[in-house]
């Protein structure tokens, strides 16, 4: 039961101090069920959050049995006590605790992760180090906004827009809060889910046996709950007290709660004391009882069925949930409130009475009127009753458990369909002067031109090709050599990178990396194009161009250029060049492996970024070439460690995300891209062909499953009918846009599955000669 979301109530219960993951009956997952991780205050922490969480955790575990729930429970320290459902705490100012939570929930293999926000309860500039936790999970996010603000400040808006992007359900328990999401936060209406607050389902009772025990049965009583603070607008309430009185003096006001933990500790109990003077002062001392302490659920709701008329009086009139006066609608209280959020739409066709403001005199006004007209006040009890059975716990956690549902990634095993994509994907991004970098959709994106990264890979894809199928690929071969061609800038030794759509070179040099995947291509050309011609113009211009991979100092530069030299040994073993890229690339990376790894970091880097898996695999092909086994066994260690690394606790190949690229000695899960399952696909085909080990045969299918479907959102990527590949995998689904890395990374992935893995099967290349109409592309 959350109530305002404020601490309250509870009392403490001893635990261990420091928590870990248990292994409990509850917490094994059965075959088939899903894990949620919960995450929020719980018991039996004294706060609203706390309730609300565990509420949410007992009703969620009858309405789906087969759910299994991991419990990660805020605290403000490590000294507060965790009860015993929660398998890890979390420490609220601990920033090193929030990453160490999402790895345990990675870990866990959660279908869906559902977190409980309000700003207080984590640390940080407006509870920030939450995004921590967030932007380290893999599985989907949903996150229930306790807190919507019309008006944040800039550290706010920062960490509300940043759950907007990451989660793929909002839960809001008010049209105010979804109207917020989506015109202050930008949320889309698909991604919201309004669902609100739960309530007790009690037989309605008009005077309980408790005000007979208490001798008050036959008095007049209002009510207010919930930590007593200045938010609460008791002075308001109690100025209304004397206009009461004076009609009815034996009117009973009960305030029931405990002073605000914090207020507490700043001035003690001044606060409560400043309440009994005023009182004192107005006469009406012996109107009011006050109960200053923490209440368990079952007593809370005792006390409010104590009433005849539940006061709200909150002066903040944004104010979007309020647990008490949930309950008290759902336990048929009369309500006289404040027109705070919450209360306009809860209390809308006459549940209860709205104010017009906080002010003294409309609730005097308004409770004189319940009091004197019984009927009318009978009325309002029914409809408040009515109205709560729509909120009732058991129809509350069927709609979260619905939403749950929707949020987790589909289970269906990908496509086992083997055909090649069709290669009118790859011509529809291609012109006469090569190929397009960039597509909005499935439209190529003329504002952003060529490249010659992908007029390389696309070079590839065309040499890779069956015989059968050259008879399409031949002139787009042409254009994309000539691009490179083109792109060679005599002057400065190394070939540009970027080309306006316009044909004007955008750059006099492009990257290191650029580079070494144009000299890449080029022997891959050398050793692999059908016509003899465009073998010698590859092989040409890789030996006028190779001196330039002296300079290199990027690690993947000198991979890139060492993948292309192994290629060009293909085609003339004797070259020198080549072989001389060779040695010294597998000397650097071997050296780059031994002095960067550590325990538990078995990687060239003390971080990871794109291409990852090139480094092993360059590694290993120049230990094959120079009959070098430390080299090859340093490759296959590192590359077996990075698909350890790249494969989710569920099975399914995770790829490093983008958004962690550069971050030391750890990685994040989005937005996952194309090019790293290519990368891991043929350095697990070089390292089958070097120890024959099947393990590596399947790794490389889990990573070609991730573009059909079988990836942390169950969405595929690629469509084998249009040829075309998505841009990534991201925290809400996919990127929509199919550009040229992307679309290529798909065909050239497939090829390497087909010669290396499939190759005891007769892949169906006619699927390959697909039309190249753009109605074949859109279909």
């Known amino acids: 039961m959350k109530l305002d979301g404020e601490d309250r109530f509870f009392p403490p219960v001893s635990d261990d101090d420091v928590l870990a993951v248990r292994d409990r009956g ?43 729930i991991d419990v990660y429970a805020m605290r403000r320290h490590a000294g507060q006590p965790v009860g015993p459902e929660a398998c890890r705490a979390i420490d609220e100012q601990d920033r090193a605790a929030y990453c160490a939570a999402a790895e345990a929930i990675n870990a866990s293999a959660a279908d869906a992760v559902w977190l409980q926000h309000e700003f207080g309860i984590f640390g940080g500039r407006a509870g920030d180090m939450v995004l921590d936790l967030v932007d380290r999970i893999a599985a989907p996010l949903i996150v229930t906004l306790h807190t919507v603000l019309a008006t944040p400040n800039d550290d706010q808006r920062r960490v509300i827009e940043r759950l907007v992007a990451r989660a793929s359900k909002l839960v809001v328990m008010s049209d105010y809060g979804r109207e917020a999401l989506r015109d202050v936060y930008g949320a889309d209406e698909e991604q919201i889910a309004l669902i609100e607050h739960g309530t007790p389902d009690r037989p309605f009772v008009d005077i309980p046996p408790l005000r007979e025990a208490l001798g008050i049965a036959k008095r007049p009583v209002l009510s207010t709950f919930g930590l007593i603070g200045p938010g609460k607008g008791l002075e308001t309430a109690i100025r209304a007290l004397p206009a009461i009185a004076a009609q009815y003096p034996d009117i009973l006001y009960r305030i029931v709660g405990a002073t605000h933990p914090n207020l507490v500790a700043a001035e003690g109990e001044a606060y409560r004391h400043s309440l009994e003077a005023l009182a004192e002062s107005l006469g009406v001392a012996d109107n009011i009882a006050w109960e200053n302490r923490f209440l368990d659920a079952g007593e809370l709701l005792d006390q409010i069925e104590l009433c005849d008329i539940y006061l709200a009086p909150y002066p903040n009139l944004q104010q979007i949930t309020s647990g008490t006066l949930a309950y008290a609608v759902a336990l048929g209280r009369a309500v006289v409130s404040t027109p705070f959020v919450h209360a306009r739409e809860l209390l809308a066709d006459e549940v209860g009475i709205l104010l017009p403001g906080c002010d003294s005199e409309a609730i005097a006004e308004a409770v004189l009127l319940l009091l004197a007209v019984p009927e009318e006040r009978r009325g309002f009890q029914r409809r408040a009753y009515r109205r709560g059975r729509r909120t009732a716990w058991n129809v509350i956690a069927g709609e979260f458990a619905a939403l749950i549902e929707t949020a987790i990634a589909p289970a269906d095993a990908p496509s086992a369909d083997r055909r090649a994509p069709a290669l009118a994907g790859v011509w529809a991004l291609s012109d006469d002067v090569g190929i397009l970098q960039h597509a909005r959709h499935l439209i190529p994106d003329r504002d952003h031109g060529y490249c010659i990264d992908d007029n390389a890979r696309a070079l590839m894809l065309v040499h890779s090709l069956a015989p059968r199928a050259q008879e399409d690929a031949g002139r787009r071969a042409i254009a994309y050599a000539s691009f490179i061609q083109h792109a060679w800038n005599e002057e400065r030794g190394v070939f540009r990178n970027f080309m306006g759509f316009d044909r004007r070179w955008l750059e006099e ?271």
Not at 726 to 751: C, I, K, M, Y
């Open 509 to 779: 040099a492009g990257s290191e990396d650029s580079n070494g995947r144009t000299l890449w291509a080029l022997g891959h050309a050398a050793a692999n194009a059908q016509s003899p011609a465009m073998r010698a113009w590859a092989a040409e211009w890789f030996d006028r161009t190779a001196g330039m991979a002296e300079g290199f100092r990027s690690p993947r530069s000198i991979a890139f250029a060492l993948l292309g030299a192994d290629e060009r040994l293909e085609h003339d073993a004797s070259n020198r060049q080549a072989r001389a890229i060779v040695e010294r690339g597998g000397a650097f990376l071997c050296a780059l492996w031994k002095t960067a790894r550590r325990g538990g970091w078995d990687w060239f880097e003390p971080k990871l970024t794109y291409d990852n898996a090139r480094l092993a695999e360059a590694l290993i092909r120049a230990g094959r070439r120079l009959r070098s086994l430390p080299h090859e066994e340093a490759g296959l260690g590192a590359l077996d460690w990075l698909a350890t690394r790249q494969t989710a606790a569920e099975g399914h190949f995770r790829p490093i995300g983008s958004e962690g690229f550069g971050l030391e000695g750890e990685s994040l899960p989005f937005d996952q891209q194309p090019v790293e399952a290519w990368a891991t696909i043929a350095a697990c085909a070089t390292a089958f062909d070097t120890s024959g080990s099947r393990a590596w045969r399947d790794h490389a299918e889990t990573a070609f499953a991730w573009f059909l479907g079988r990836n942390d959102r169950g969405v595929p990527l690629g469509d084998l009918r249009s040829g075309r590949c998505l841009d990534g995998l991201t925290p809400r689904g996919v990127n929509r846009n199919s550009g040229a890395e992307s679309t290529l990374a798909f065909h050239l992935a497939w090829q390497t599955m087909a010669k290396v893995f499939w190759r005891e099967s007769a892949p169906d290349f006619e699927a390959m000669r697909s039309a190249t109409g753009m109605a074949a592309v859109a279909a």
């Open 26 to 68: 509850e917490g094994t997952r059965a075959a088939g069920a899903a894990r949620l991780a919960l995450i929020g205050c719980f018991r039996p922490r004294q706060c609203g959050i706390a309730t609300f969480t565990a509420d949410t955790y007992d009703h969620l575990r009858k309405a789906r049995p087969d759910l299994a």
